[in-house]
């Protein structure tokens, strides 16, 4: 199934302040630092369904409980241990999630969401839990929809103080699984205001742009920097032209909104949930004799031309691109000054260790330099206390300097040729990247955990998943894959 509707298993301290203005932050920063840390993570997918029990022992959880009465609720819960392989985020993860960020903010003078709150088949288990299956309480469903997004927001919110939040909406943070609708995005936009973006940007003008398209943008360090949360959502779902007037509104925002940063000298930092590019897993799957007849893409072709086409009238304005959505720890070069790193999730839904990044960035350009995963290990035994340092991006690649062109000059020693089997393994940098791409899990990938996920990434697909790195157009993806 693809991995776009459901879920398997289903300077100083002084004077970054006196540039950006600290407002309301309560971080501090080495007043000889140069460079500071981003911590960024995505796809949380909470379930707050992972134990049914609690539904019935706390009848009021469907109903009249205020989301600031669920943490004592879940507390209750006789599952502590965290979500395994194949299932959403449940409340010991999201507890062990926020806390190692808590730990690990250090100097991050913001914190960075890539979206999709909500876990998957949402409105399903809500029926069926809450409303004995009866599938027409719709309004009630929206309503713990809702508190759903207060709950997980109010949690992100106690972990990092008052540290804006920056966020891109996903696509399964919606009343059906397939991307916001008018109705869910009036309805959170004032959970996503309070808590997330925490006054770096007016509270009208946010909702003006939040309310109709789920897209804003904001300063969260004053005049020289904005950050664009876009919902690339509409470029992807619905049926080819349903979503026209939608998208010509959000990419005439972005032209401008781009087009005034550059006039003003700021730069950018752009936020997306789905990528350009390949649905790298579900072309895989459709590999014969290591040849495809039509790749999958994230987002209809017509669209994705028009937003790259945007990105490429603002050479250097644009310096850092995160994106989301597929799960895995992988990144795709949208252009040649472009380059987004998809971040990993915190959900181990698709087989993935839960992970996440801290990216550190140069204050005088505020351009990625480098990045530290953390992950999760759900194969360890015991289950570790914490999430642990997985690998530094630099040391492991033995790559320094500004982190796009590191990653643009990786991939053609990702893209050489290997034959399509085990007598000829894999390059070093080709293993570090396959070994990276689900944040370390290994042991599904073995006939002991056949009812988990394998990993898609092997030598028979990989041309997929290189050529997905590269290649954003479905004809040149194609041209590169069946050119191996």
Request: glycine fraction near 8%; proline fraction near 7%.
């Amino acid at each position: 199934m693809s991995k776009l509707f459901g879920c398997v298993s289903l300077l100083g301290f002084a004077s970054i302040c006196l540039w950006f203005g600290c407002g309301a932050s309560t971080n501090t920063i080495p007043t000889n630092a140069n460079r500071f840390p981003v911590v960024v993570f995505s796809d949380l997918h909470f379930n707050p369904f992972y134990d049914p029990t609690l539904f019935t022992t706390n009848p009021t959880l469907c109903t009249t409980a205020d989301p600031s009465q669920w943490a004592a609720i879940f507390q209750t819960s006789a599952i502590t241990t965290p979500s395994t392989w194949g299932t959403d985020t449940n409340y010991p993860l999201l507890v062990l999630a926020l806390s190692s960020i808590k730990q690990n903010l250090g100097a991050s003078p913001l914190i960075i969401y890539t979206g999709d709150l909500i876990g998957h088949r949402f409105a399903g288990l809500f029926y069926k839990y809450c409303e004995n299956n009866d599938t027409s309480q719709v309004a009630a469903m929206q309503s713990f929809t809702d508190k759903t997004v207060a709950f997980v927001a109010q949690q992100i919110r106690a972990s990092v103080g008052n540290l804006p939040v920056m966020f891109a909406i996903g696509n399964i943070d919606s009343y059906t699984g397939y991307g916001p609708d008018s109705t869910f995005l009036s309805n959170t936009a004032d959970t996503f205001y309070s808590q997330f973006v925490n006054g770096s940007v007016d509270h009208q003008t946010f909702l003006n742009t939040f309310t109709s398209g789920g897209y804003y943008s904001a300063q969260p360090f004053g005049p020289h920097l904005v950050v664009i949360g876009l919902n690339t959502n509409v470029f992807a779902l619905g049926i080819p032209g349903d979503n026209d007037a939608a998208v010509a509104a959000e990419l005439a925002w972005l032209d401008s909104t781009l087009a005034a940063a550059q006039a003003a000298g700021q730069k950018v930092w752009l936020l997306m949930h789905v990528p350009p590019g390949a649905n790298t897993v579900t072309t895989a799957g459709s590999l014969v004799n290591g040849k495809i007849v039509s790749g999958t893409m994230m987002m209809y072709q017509s669209y994705q031309a028009s937003f790259l086409q945007i990105l490429a009238k603002y050479p250097g304005v644009i310096t850092m691109t995160l994106g989301a959505h597929t799960h895995m720890d992988e990144y795709r070069i949208l252009s040649p000054s472009i380059v987004l790193d998809e971040v990993p999730a915190i959900t181990p839904c698709f087989g993935e260790n839960p992970a996440y990044k801290v990216f550190t960035l140069t204050q005088n350009t505020l351009t990625p330099t480098d990045y530290r995963s953390l992950n999760y290990d759900l194969a360890a035994l015991p289950l570790p206390a914490q999430f642990n340092n997985y690998y530094t991006f630099s040391a492991a690649y033995s790559m320094t300097g500004p982190l796009g062109a590191s990653l643009t000059q990786l991939y053609p020693q990702l893209a050489t040729n290997i034959a399509l089997g085990p007598a000829q393994p894999p390059n070093a940098q080709q293993a570090l990247y396959i070994g990276q791409y689900n944040s370390g899990n290994t042991a599904w990938n073995t006939n002991a955990n056949p009812t988990v996920l394998w990993n898609p990434v092997t030598l028979a697909t990989w041309p997929v998943f290189v050529c997905g790195i590269g290649k954003m157009g479905q004809l040149d993806f194609e041209d590169c894959v069946n050119s191996y």
